[in-house]
């Protein structure tokens, strides 16, 4: 049974950081392209992240670029997304996702999603 299990949510002041991390039980994630997506109250699910296999490579959205870091550690079968200089508007709940094929910026093209965590940005 394949599970992806977010942490490190919670409550922050706006310019304040904050490290989310995914752990991959039940697939070897050297074999996953992950990401990371966002959704805010009211709002549609968007791309925040993505990573490919090796972690040469990553994506970010527009709205997080310079500011949010995604990163693996596929020894560890982990997946993490550094948030700093957070914004008001960054309040969403993060989900950690996993792709067999190339990482992208489609919720259509993951597989296999996590239940979220709370992050929550006070201005």
């Known amino acids: 049974q394949v599970q992806l299990v977010e942490s490190g949510g919670g409550l922050v002041q706006a310019g304040g950081s904050l490290r989310l991390s995914c752990a991959a039980s039940?697939?070897?994630?050297?074999?996953?392209?992950m990401g990371w997506f966002r959704q805010a109250p009211g709002k549609e699910r968007e791309f925040v992240a993505a990573?490919?296999?090796?972690?040469?490579?990553?994506t970010h959205a527009d709205s997080v670029k310079g500011r949010f870091t995604i990163s693996r550690d596929n020894a560890k079968n982990m997946v993490y997304l550094q948030m700093n200089s957070l914004k008001a508007e960054d309040t969403a709940v993060y989900f950690c996702?996993?792709?067999?094929?190339?990482?992208?910026?489609?919720?259509?093209?993951?597989?296999?999603w996590g239940q979220g965590t709370q992050v929550t940005v006070s201005s």
């Open positions: 996702v996993a792709a067999a094929t190339m990482a992208s910026v489609r919720a259509q093209d993951y597989r296999y």
């Open positions: 039940g697939l070897s994630i050297s074999t996953y392209a």
């Open positions: 990573i490919i296999r090796s972690g040469s490579s990553t």
